[in-house]
DNA sequence: GATGCAATTGAGAGCGCTCTCACGAGTGTG
DNA sequence: CACACTCGTGAGAGCGCTCTCAATTGCATC
């Protein structure tokens, strides 16, 4: 097992290393019965190419790197970033592709990891979370010419590839659902305003106001950080101004949210709707379920790495963009299954 | 910035390839006007070594893997293994190592990503969570040669390195503080009875309660799977057994259940009191805070990586164990701030 | 001034693959 | 039967490093 190359494997199959590999890397041109043979002493010896001489040899390491910015600290505290990375590790696996996990605590953290990442030789493409307008790593390693998509719209997304969900026309939905249902007094609870998933998606609300003639009023709007604790202080601030109903742009911020209604006595959807979004299990196992719009997050990782493959492959240029759609969950929190006497 | 090399780099600073070399891996035998010319082409040029043509060289990747079976599909409901997982990253990244990551959702991935991890001139060793008993992947992977951690205690730990915290007796402290407060009926919710964590903890809680003389009722014993709905549903299954308190195996568990019992309408901790294990930040951002068993969770990470450097620097042999204690945090959910005029 | 020794540098043989090129055998064509 | 052409295989030159060994130098020693 110690030590066992190419070279060991021809030799027990009476071929050059030449054919091995062609065998290996499945080229055309290679007789049945040679293969056969050939394969056969691979499989008998449990033979696995090395794959740093493969790397070197071919240019290519069959690896991506999935990096998180230190801004996304909300990878702990939303189940949306396991799911995702599911999402992604699947793709890997459908082709054949490992994958390589960089996540970032701190600036310092940042500038160690840059040089391993942007090393030649090592990745063949990178998978970047979008973070803050001013991100550190996202400028350095698309500068540094190695085939990267961005996770989520950049605030400059000028010559990049991307990947996003529609955001806008998801809080559009979500909006619109609420609004159809006839209720007034519609306020929201945002991520981090310096988050392109947040403008966006606030963007989408007061589109959705906007359509039906409503004013956009800034009070109904309190800001959150994607966190469940973030969702119940939002609540506390958003509480006197009486919202009959309210647009939180994550699950877990609808769970922190309704905790907070729940305590003093507030009752969903009868007293205050709510509506989230992406999705994740949670939802479904709240007492009162949660109306939301769901994400296609595996599908999202699964279309990331299938992105970065192609300019893997084909090159960077031109930038490529993929926007999924969103799909809106009907649930028991905006009270849509009762018939609703309100308007 | 193309296909720069450690040749190009000799050539701009007058010297041979070797020297580079050297001072790229700050070998002693160089001189220093000569060492600082070349760091000075280094740096001017952002020179960067080829990581597969040094991985081939040296026989070692500066690369380790991190692999979670299929069986630890709990990565997406419980917040621990994305804690887990950053102490992980905080490991590698204190020690210039990279981490690679494998996620198998089903059996037929496992069977897929094996050959990717065993592949030699690719990782230097291997992180495994631990899973049920006939873990397909630790087995092989352990018996590949490779140098493995197991994180979690094994069922089978023979002649395996594995690293966990001491569960038995975290138990142990978490029922200890329930009958030091006076509490008769003590429940539990496990987690899958199929974890050697399940098996552990709950060794402790009979252990704690065996020690003041108490009988163990097996009735008082709900079986959960680490997930929030879990917890709740543990509860409904508990609740006609009167518990005046429960040891939830898991802080998300302990979530679920607080939720069930405040759905009858029971209060914390004046009706149930109860503790948790993991002490993850929703445990301090309850209305009523969890008073739980804390886990060092980013140690247990960076300690992890440490092991795993030992067994790839000195061997494999024999095998390492390393125990982590744990921590009673003592907050709201058990009443012991209060004064208990009880027993 | 011959000798020994440490410090520094250069030379070059790998590491285990891939991939182009050359070669020989087999096939078809006029 | 000479010719071109395809197909399967072998040869061997890299890929960009590391690391051992040899060569060179400077300096202390006797």
Redesign the pocket.
Known sequence: ME?F???DVAKLA??????V??V??DS????P???KRVQKVIHSTGYQ??AA??S????RSYMIGLVLPRSVSSFFTDPFFPHLTQGIAFGCNNNNLSLSLFLAGNREDEEKILPRIAR??FLDGVLIQSGRPDEFLIDRLTKSNIPSVIIGRPFLSDGLSFIDIDNVNGAIKATQHLLDLGYKRIATITGNHDSTVTVDRLEGYKKALKAVGREFDPDMVAEGDFSEASGYQAVKTLLPRKPDAIVAQSDIMAVGAIRAMQEVGLRIPDDVAIIGFDDIPVARQLKVQLTTIKQPITRFGIKAVELLIDLIENGTKPARRIILDTELVIRDSCGAKKIREHV
């Open positions: 030590k190359t190419l070279e009476g071929v050059h290393r030449s054919t590999s062609r290996i890397n055309p041109n290679v007789s019965e040679v293969r190419p090395n001489a493969r070197l040899a071919s240019q030649r030789g």
